[in-house]
């Protein structure tokens, strides 16, 4: 009789004793962030010879963050300095460069320096200098130009890149008198 007791009551402390390890089971909840990788935009554009000149090269815009980067490497040129504008026309189809327009001025202001509180259009790039191979290159960055955003005086697409024969005084109105167009680019994406 002992032994059905004493089996009866380890019977029961292992029966108790297994429903105190149910497990307990706990919901946690964890947030996801999602991380957007942004490509930057890139247009890179050739620059063709115009006005009987061999004045080409290459002009890379770039839009990270807001600011559109533009780098512009331009050879064939005569030494010096020489005035680059973007103007309100992609179309160079025209001999001496006339059909890509004149300055693109999306906000109609005079003609200037880049920055001048008397004004200045949105493609008055200003002048670089070309070296004695006639060799030049030129770097702008700025946060009010944009790459395809559609705001019309802000969006670069469709207009052109033109490369002057002379230096831009950047006072002369409408175009600063830099001379004729020597090169011209289309900036399509």
Known sequence: ???????????????????????????????????????????????????????????????????????????????????????????????????????????AQPHGKWGDDAGYHKGDIGNFTADENGNGTISFTTDQWCIGCGDETKDIIGKGIIVHAGVDDLTSQPSGAAGARVSCAGIIE
Request: charged share 25%.
């Open 1 to 107: 009789m002992k032994k059905i007791s004493f089996l009866l009551i380890a019977l029961a402390i292992s029966f108790t004793s297994c429903k105190k390890e149910k497990k307990e089971t706990k919901t946690i909840e964890t947030e996801v962030t999602k991380t957007e990788v942004v490509t930057p935009k890139k247009v890179k554009i050739a620059l063709t010879a115009k006005s009987d000149s061999e004045v080409s090269g290459n002009v890379v815009f770039k839009e990270v963050d807001g600011e559109v980067s533009m780098t512009a490497i331009i050879s064939g040129l005569t030494p010096g300095q020489h005035a680059i504008h973007i103007h309100a026309s992609s179309d160079c189809t025209a001999d001496d460069g006339s059909s890509a327009g004149g300055h693109w001025n999306p906000t």
